[in-house]
């Protein structure tokens, strides 16, 4: 029996010792590191502007507190997402309206989008679901119509593109995560990126308690001004090295997940019952975060019963999401959202099973994993 963990961090001898080059130094905030890591990440999406936070929730927060949106206000956020996306709207005091997935993506259903906005409605956010890109060119034409700002939720997209441009560049702004299991890691952290320089110019102040200058632009240490209200919601050197060696081999580590998601969809394919998450449209270029099958028929109500052999059989799985994020209780609750509502998210959260192909697996635990899978069935 092997043993296959759904996700795993790789983290090699270059990480650890980038590490201890910061700590054998004084700065382990404010420093050279930090600046690196942001110039690297533009480099690699082929943007200008990426500013390093403390997570991909603080980048979403941050969005929507430099819009300036509060009670009263409205932001368009898909169901099926995590719960981050919605909380970041939360946040700041307005409400998060949510639209059903279309079923082959997981993504938002555009046609939908429509319908939900109103006077009230500020931004549109959009959510790639597991790496696969939104039509970015239908949610920005919508934008334009109706003067909406567009926040895109990139916690799974590094290495998606739309069209030959990277996720996080389509909208106003974009937001990364490099939680341990992603597509790469600094432990914690994320990435606020923007095509705009005035937001980046804010939002840098904003992350910093609002503070009007840089440690390296103080004439006088110690002395300096706040201008605008802002968070502690910086990323430390430490994070930052861990970052910059990540980025070295981030090509290395999409082209595996590809690899291992083409085998397991090919050694997956002649089984009926199953459903593939999956783009089809050429226009979309799939970061291949995870395979995530729907269980049809009789299959998904024995959804954690399969779950549960493919874990004796040393299978690691996971489940994006456990339910549509307005039937989460918070949000049924506060808002009085109902089961039915969602019907194709709910249809992908209560019968799909999320299978690994993370860089750290290889060919052999493709066809281990579609032949367990197959004796299960």
């Known amino acids: ?68 949106i509060g009670p009263g206000d409205e932001v368009i956020v898909p169901a099926q997402t995590h719960t981050a996306t919605a909380h970041s709207v939360e946040f700041c005091g307005a409400k998060p309206v949510f639209v059903d997935s279309e079923l082959n993506t997981g993504n938002i259903n555009i046609d939908l989008i429509e319908d939900a906005i109103t006077e009230r409605t500020k931004a549109i956010s959009v959510v790639h679901f597991l790496g696969i890109p939104v039509r970015m060119d239908l949610i920005t034409s919508i934008a334009k119509k109706y003067n909406l700002f567009v926040v895109e939720d990139c916690a799974l997209a590094i290495g998606s593109y739309f069209n030959n441009i990277h996720a996080g560049l389509h909208g106003d702004v974009g937001c990364f995560s490099f939680y341990p299991v992603k597509h790469m890691t600094t432990a914690e952290g994320g990435m606020f990126v923007t095509k705009h320089s005035h937001i980046a110019e804010i939002v840098s102040k904003q992350r910093a308690f609002g503070i009007d200058r840089q440690i390296s632009e103080r004439k006088i240490p110690g002395i300096y001004d706040i201008d605008m209200l802002g968070f502690n919601y910086r990323m430390s050197e430490l994070q930052a090295a861990i970052g910059v060696e990540q980025l070295k081999r981030v090509e290395t580590f999409l082209k595996k997940r590809l690899e291992n998601f083409t085998n397991l969809a090919n050694n997956l394919k002649a089984i009926d019952k199953i459903k593939i998450i999956q783009s089809d449209d050429n226009a979309c270029k799939n970061s291949h975060y995870c395979l995530s099958v729907i269980l049809q028929d009789e299959l998904s109500e024995r959804r954690v019963e399969i779950i549960n052999k493919l874990k004796e059989n040393g299978v690691g799985t996971s489940v994006y999401y456990p339910k549509p994020v307005p039937l989460m209780k918070y949000y049924s ?45």
């Open 1 to 68: 029996m092997r043993n296959i963990p759904f996700g795993r961090p790789i983290i090699m001898d270059e990480e650890k010792n980038a590490v201890l080059e910061v700590l054998s130094g004084h700065i382990l905030t404010h420093g050279p590191k930090v600046k690196e890591f942001e110039s690297q990440f533009s480099k690699f999406i082929g943007g200008e502007n990426s500013l390093a936070v403390a997570s991909c929730t603080a980048g979403l927060h941050l969005a929507y507190f430099y819009l300036g």
């Open 333 to 377: 609750q506060k808002y009085g959202y109902k089961d039915g509502m969602f019907p194709n998210a709910s249809l992908i959260s209560d019968s799909s099973i999320a299978l690994p192909v993370g860089p750290h697996l290889g060919t052999e635990d493709m066809a281990y994993i579609s032949e367990v899978f197959y004796k299960i069935l």
